[in-house]
């Protein structure tokens, strides 16, 4: 009826955790519940499953450190082994996509046959292909793919849609698995992309397996004992990790408590440490590092972008409101990060976790016809061009151009 909804799961949860985990060789459950057995069955529990799709075993050393899945590579695709079964990425997708559809199609009592589906900014043409298959073996057929901090300026425009007076804002946009940032300009109804740019490496997975990888320096250093040996150990210093990351964004402090962890000749030993958020903030420094960079380098494309379509953007300074998306974005040090680059209050309009999906419900309308006073003028996140002699490439459309576009360039063999 002309306004997003957001559809409970089956466990009274308005989000639905990409989370998956194996029973057995053949049962497999969901988000929440998947959450719940990670403690349990680690080993067969997987998250952050995008983060592999489409990428070498080389490049996800993050990932196979302080991890109790085996990962492997066979055929230039990583592939996770459960139960003697060995599952590429893009089949766990699947499975998480048929747990949203058949959702769907409960509370609508309905057959869904159609998605927009959020994707990372940094996603490229293979991760985007691999996605729409994941998607056609749920029996779905993709619609749209639209990148989150696009999705959650649609949100964002379609809260202003009353709202004549032009604005320029940036998404600030941090989840478990990677960091996505953007400049928008929003004026009477159009939202228009100026930039956008993304680094799976800054995720907020690795801000817990920081704290992880104290625990384990210490315990090691007290008792002599290595806890990255045992898988189960590690599942419960992930989830005491996840939780005084969470506790710290509110609290100066925190406790972290682990009882009979391990066991030695003396008897049952325990992890039992204080963790401070300046000490935290000394774990991620780093990560904060990336994120400026990250949003700096989406600033300045938005400047060199600027064009007759845009409101003239000279600065960092022309932006006029900045919005935090994704439940990393409760940390205390990440908020006061964000503060910092841009130099402003942060706007909190928008849930940070419902955003990007509210965005991709709009546009599914728009694409419906029911939506009509809202439209998107996206731009293609790499550069696209061919390759010459010697590997190099030619650029013929340049990242952040507005689409659909058309350039042509003449070419000769030698």
């Not at 070498?56 to 003697?84: A, Q």
């Not at 729409?132 to 029996?139: C, D, L, P, T, V």
């Amino acid at each position: 009826n002309g306004v997003p909804h957001i559809i409970q799961n089956g466990f009274g949860g308005r989000t639905t955790p990409s989370i998956v985990s194996f029973i057995n060789g053949n049962d497999a459950v969901v988000g929440q519940p998947a959450k719940h057995k990670f403690s349990t069955h680690s080993e067969s529990t997987i998250f952050s499953v995008h983060q592999l799709i489409s990428r070498k075993y080389s490049e996800i050393t993050e990932i196979v450190k302080l991890n109790s899945l085996k990962l492997s590579e066979k055929d230039d695709h990583i592939t996770v082994d459960i139960f003697d079964k060995h599952y590429i990425p893009q089949e766990i997708a699947t499975i998480i996509l048929k747990d949203l559809k058949k959702t769907a199609e409960n509370y609508l009592g309905d057959t869904v046959s159609g998605a927009i589906i959020t994707i990372p900014v940094y996603f490229n043409y293979i991760q985007t292909q691999i996605i729409r298959e994941a998607a056609k073996n749920a029996g779905l057929t993709v619609k749209r793919l639209i990148n989150g901090p696009a999705a959650a300026a649609m949100a964002y425009g379609f809260s202003l849609k009353d709202d004549k007076k032009e604005q320029i804002i940036a998404i600030f946009d941090l989840g478990g698995g990677g960091f996505n940032a953007g400049v928008f300009s929003i004026d009477e109804g159009v939202v228009e992309v100026l930039s956008i740019n993304g680094n799976p490496a800054l995720g907020s997975d690795n801000f817990n397996r920081r704290i992880v990888e104290w625990l384990i320096m210490e315990f090691r250093q007290e008792n002599d004992i290595d806890l990255s040996d045992n898988p189960m150990a590690l599942s419960r210093l992930w989830e005491a990790a996840e939780k005084a990351k969470i506790e710290l964004s509110v609290m100066n402090t925190t406790e972290i408590d682990i009882p009979f962890i391990a066991q030695n000749q003396s008897g049952s030993l325990h992890v039992k440490k204080i963790i401070s958020r300046e000490f935290f903030n000394q774990m991620i420094a780093e990560y904060l590092v990336g994120i400026k960079d990250c949003c700096l380098k989406a600033v300045n494309d938005a400047v060199k972008a600027r064009d007759a379509y845009s409101r003239k953007i000279t600065s960092i300074n022309d932006i006029d409101s900045v919005l935090l998306i994704g439940g990393a974005t409760r940390i205390h040090a990440i908020q006061q990060t964000a503060k910092d680059i841009f130099r402003k209050e942060l706007n909190r309009i928008l849930n940070p976790d419902e955003a990007p999906a509210i965005g991709a419900a709009i546009l599914g309308g728009i694409l419906a016809g029911d939506v009509k006073d809202i439209l998107l003028l996206d731009a293609v996140p790499f550069s696209i061009g061919i390759e010459i002699f010697g590997g190099v490439m030619i650029k013929i459309i340049p990242r952040n151009q507005t689409i659909p576009t058309k350039r042509s360039l003449i070419v000769t063999t030698w």
